[in-house]
Structures are given as C-alpha cells and as structure tokens.
C-alpha cells in the first residue's frame, strides 16, 4: 500500500481512499506538488466550485503563482467529468489523453491529475459508468504523458463499491483493506496479478462483470501474475468466461500458473 502521494511516475494510476474529516486537497496538494517538481501540467478537479477547490490547495506551495501561470488548473468535477450530462467513460479518457498532449506540446514535461470522484459514486444511477471510467482510464494513462490519483471518500463510498475501484489500480492507499489482486485491461487483454480467495471474490466479480460489458470481441485473460486462486473466485472467472462465451465473444485464459492450473481445471475451461 502506498504510505504517501510521492515517488509517482508517468503511466502511475492511484487509488487514494481518504477521511473525509481531512478532505482531499491535502493529499492532492503533495501529489500535485511532486509533479510541479517534474515540470508538469497539473489539474485538481473536485465538488464545488472553482474558488472552493483553490481553498482546498492551501498546502500546495506556489498555489496563486502556480494559477497565474497556467501550470496548476482547478476544474469543478461537473464540467470535467459531466459536461455533456452524464459521464461517458470512452469519451472522457479521450479528453484526458488529448489534455496530456496538450501539456506536452505547451512545454510541460507531462500532465498529471489529482480528481475526486466521490460525487459520482455517491449517485447509484452512475456506477456502471464510473467502473468503466477507471477500467478504460487505467490504460490511458499507462500510454500517455499522464499521472493519475483518484481520490474516494472512506466510508461515504462502501467497501463494496471501493473495493473494485481499487483493484482497478495499480498502486493504493485503502486503509485496512486487505485487497490483495490487481485488475487491468490492455486492448483485449485482462490481466490479474496477486492473490484472489473468497475474501476478493466479490471484488473480482465487479470487475468481470465491468469487463465484459466493455468488451466487443474475444477476451484474453492473462493469470501468468496470479500466486493464487481459491474455488470462490475460479466461479466468478468461471462465471465471466461462461457469459462471454454464451453471446459469442470467446474467453482463453493465458499465462496459468501449476495452483491457478489445478482450481481452474475442476471447472472444465479453457486454457492455453
């Protein structure tokens, strides 16, 4: 788990699971800190209104001189993420990598973006929309000049939304949860790393679920990263590849280690 918002590189996608008695601007203010040191562009983007979001980078050091120069932007979260009426998770990452670009072409090294998405979580109506969002993004931000840190207010989001959220990320700061796997998707590929037992099964089955409805063609489930697999969550792989194969879109898992191996093979699917 990552201790502190520092030693973040391009191509990095952060959960960041913070007390709402805090707030986010604190942790933001040292993320965004770091990459003003790297010479990049950086945007804060939150609930409220604009000058109600520069209060909340009171920590960060050269704030005003840093807005003045166009190097810090600070967006509401409704014109980045619901300017259209709704958040549309393709579209939005698109802006972002087209915003990363920009920044490079403007002379900074990079851009990197600290967005509290709390707000849309909090609105069941827009949750298939946000978990897709953090699926697509994840790749975004992995071929792009770009940094991420997404943060989620703890409890006001549940554990049972958060704790998909964060497996959709590569590095982590989810105090107390023993979430042990990561989830990412590269092109057609869905790779798992780390350890998944019946304690991470729910977790996995969102993000299956989130997988699949994403997916337009064959899938290709990477495992070469996984340690260890429990019979909880083989159903739940089970289940995705089952679902997949039922609407004409094929699952091959790829890269089975000699444990994953012998669950998976109890359950008669298909493996290279």
Do not use: N
């Amino acid at each position: 788990m990552l201790a502190r918002p520092r030693g973040l590189r391009q191509g990095d996608h952060v959960c960041w699971a913070y007390d709402p008695e805090r707030g986010f601007g604190v942790v933001a203010a040292q993320f965004l800190a770091e990459g003003v040191a790297l010479g990049e562009r950086v945007l804060f983007v939150g609930e409220g209104d604009t000058a109600q979001l520069v209060g909340e980078l009171d920590a960060l050091p050269g704030r005003d001189a840093l807005l003045a120069s166009g190097q810090l932007q600070v967006q509401p979260m409704s014109d980045v993420y619901l300017g259209s009426g709704g958040l549309d998770p393709v579209a939005q990452t698109e802006l972002f990598a087209a915003a990363g670009a920009a920044a490079v072409e403007d002379g900074y090294t990079g851009l990197r973006v600290a967005g509290d998405l709390t707000g849309l979580v909090r609105d069941p109506s827009r949750w298939e929309d946000v978990r897709a969002y953090e699926i697509v993004v994840d790749s975004v931000i992995a071929g792009h000049p770009l940094t991420g840190m997404c943060g989620y207010a703890a409890p006001t989001v549940p554990g049972e939304r958060l704790r998909p959220l964060a497996a959709l990320h590569g590095i982590r700061h989810v105090a107390g949860d023993t979430l042990t796997f990561v989830a990412r998707v590269r092109g057609e590929v869905l790779v798992l790393a780390g350890e998944v037992d019946t304690g991470c099964a729910d977790a996995l089955d969102e993000v299956l679920v989130g997988v699949g409805r994403l997916a337009a063609g064959p899938v290709t489930v990477d495992l070469a990263g996984l340690d260890f697999v429990d019979v909880g969550a083989t159903r739940a792989l089970v289940r995705f590849a089952t679902g997949l194969r039922a609407s004409g879109r094929p699952v091959r898992f790829v890269g089975v280690g000699p444990g994953p191996r012998r669950v998976l093979e109890l359950f008669d699917v298909e493996l290279a």
